[in-house]
């Protein structure tokens, strides 16, 4: 069974699956990784309200690096989960693989490096050329 896509080319159901499988699996790694760091980042807090008897201003300044720091990695497994949530929405909609930007087809060695990756080279160099 061949699947078109909304720039015409086709891929195979087999192929579809396979992409998806990897997509998910990505994802549910993601998801198991936020799980970790948010159990960390409470017992962290944990340690942090019951142990400040006779912090300084270091100690106190540790502890609050380590809850940004915490943080931090809470937001960045989150935004990469949402890339790989939105990979596999335009699996489903027969657009993943081609720039959001060109509609140009994204090279198959730039997907298997950044599989959750919505636009090509080129457009993604002028997006970021455009924020500097």
């Given at each position: 069974?061949?699947?078109?896509?909304?720039?015409?080319?086709?891929?195979?159901?087999?192929?579809?699956?396979?992409?998806?499988?990897?997509?998910?699996?990505r994802?549910?790694?993601?998801?198991?990784?936020?799980?970790?760091?948010?159990?960390?980042?409470?017992?962290?807090?944990?340690?942090?309200?019951?142990?400040?008897?006779?912090?300084?201003?270091?100690?106190?300044?540790?502890?609050t690096?380590?809850?940004?720091t915490?943080?931090s990695?809470?937001?960045?497994?989150?935004?990469?989960?949402?890339?790989?949530?939105?990979?596999?929405?335009?699996?489903?909609?027969?657009?993943?693989?081609?720039?959001?930007?060109?509609?140009?087809?994204?090279?198959?060695?730039?997907?298997?490096?950044?599989?959750?990756?919505?636009?090509?080279?080129?457009?993604?160099?002028?997006?970021?050329?455009?924020?500097?």
């Amino acid at each position: 069974m061949l699947v078109h896509d909304t720039v015409g080319t086709t891929r195979s159901q087999m192929e579809i699956d396979q992409i998806r499988q990897s997509l998910q699996a990505r994802y549910d790694e993601l998801t198991a990784e936020y799980d970790q760091a948010v159990l960390q980042s409470q017992v962290l807090r944990l340690v942090e309200v019951g142990d400040t008897a006779g912090d300084d201003q270091a100690d106190s300044g540790t502890k609050t690096a380590e809850r940004d720091t915490a943080q931090s990695l809470l937001r960045t497994i989150l935004d990469r989960r949402a890339q790989f949530e939105h990979a596999l929405g335009r699996l489903q909609e027969g657009t993943y693989g081609w720039c959001e930007g060109c509609s140009a087809a994204i090279p198959v060695e730039r997907l298997e490096i950044f599989p959750s990756a919505t636009t090509c080279v080129t457009c993604k160099q002028t997006r970021e050329r455009r924020a500097a």
